[in-house]
């Protein structure tokens, strides 16, 4: 398990760690759930960012389907 030592605004502290006792038990370790919690919610949020730009990118960029075999739908269905 990795250390991190970090300053962040007072306020920002106190309310996290406000909203840190409401949602875990207020044990030893409850700040370290929470701030896991929130670095990992970051995370995928920026990891889907990612992803939702390479698809927009893929979907500018266009795409071939092929050929259609058949005419109309009535043909498709002539089988």
Do not use: C, H
Not at 39 to 66: P, R, T, V
Request: charged content about 35%.
């Amino acid at each position: 398990m990795g250390t991190i030592t970090i300053s962040i605004n007072d306020d920002i502290e106190n309310r996290f760690r406000v909203l840190a006792r409401k949602v875990y038990p207020e044990k030893k370790g409850y700040l370290g759930k929470a701030v896991t919690s929130a670095m990992q919610k970051w995370i995928d949020e920026i990891a889907q960012k990612k992803i939702s730009e390479n698809e927009l990118k893929l979907l500018e960029k266009g795409f071939k389907m092929g050929k259609f075999k058949f005419k109309s739908r009535a043909e498709l269905y002539e089988r």
